[in-house]
């Protein structure tokens, strides 16, 4: 691996560095969406009953102390839910607005990061390219293999290696996008649900104004 970076030249140092800044996004956000994903429904359900039993501040600390955008938006409704029902679900609808920019964060990066070390490697492979065509002029009539050997290890090199950085970069983009867009598949799902829950399907007797 060293010798490929000596001969790719000064390019490959900011490639690697790209490399290194993809693997560190990437795990950050497997991290913290492994964290804010749960099972909406058993979440859901168990919050129904503590609602049911006149308990909501229990139902709200349940939220506090379980990590994801779906707990913050039910945590919100509850703590809502004595508005009018249009103005429940605007406030749900904004809680759940406010929770997708953290869901994104460093997806631009690391896409970044993929579109931009393809570029890296071309511009290594113009210089190498460069070198060939200096070396053959000083060595002109009489130009060796030996004289064009840099600068074809370099066009080749930088080429390979910013392309093998891209590709991994570009599935790991897809990889967490896919992932943000079933927790935001959740997030909609439960914001139906609580709202209908505390509108419509709340028992008669639950104190949905319960001062907390």
């Not at 050997?149 to 896919?178: C, D, E, K, M």
């Amino acid at each position: 691996m060293w010798e490929l970076m000596i001969k790719g030249g000064w390019i490959m140092w900011p490639i690697m560095v790209c490399s290194v800044a993809a693997s560190v996004l990437f795990f950050e956000r497997v991290f913290h969406l492994h964290r804010a994903q749960i099972k909406p429904d058993d979440f859901l359900n168990g919050i129904y009953t503590i609602v049911n039993r006149g308990n909501t501040a229990e139902a709200v600390s349940i939220c506090d102390q379980t990590p994801g955008p779906v707990a913050h938006m039910v945590r919100t409704a509850l703590l809502h839910s004595d508005e009018v029902p249009e103005n429940l679900k605007q406030t749900i609808n904004k809680a759940g607005l406010g929770e997708v920019p953290r869901l994104e964060k460093n997806l631009g990066g690391l896409l970044t990061i993929a579109q931009l070390t393809p570029l890296l490697g071309l511009m290594g492979t113009v210089i190498g390219l460069i070198r060939i065509f200096m070396a053959m002029e000083q060595s002109a009539p009489l130009a060796e293999i030996g004289d064009l050997s840099a600068g074809i290890w370099q066009a080749l090199t930088t080429t390979a290696v910013g392309i093998g950085v891209s590709i991994p970069a570009f599935a790991a983009y897809n990889f967490l996008l896919s992932r943000v867009e079933n927790i935001t598949l959740n997030m909609e799902y439960a914001a139906e649900e609580i709202y209908r829950f505390l509108v419509y399907d709340r028992s008669a007797g639950d104190p949905s104004d319960e001062t907390l």
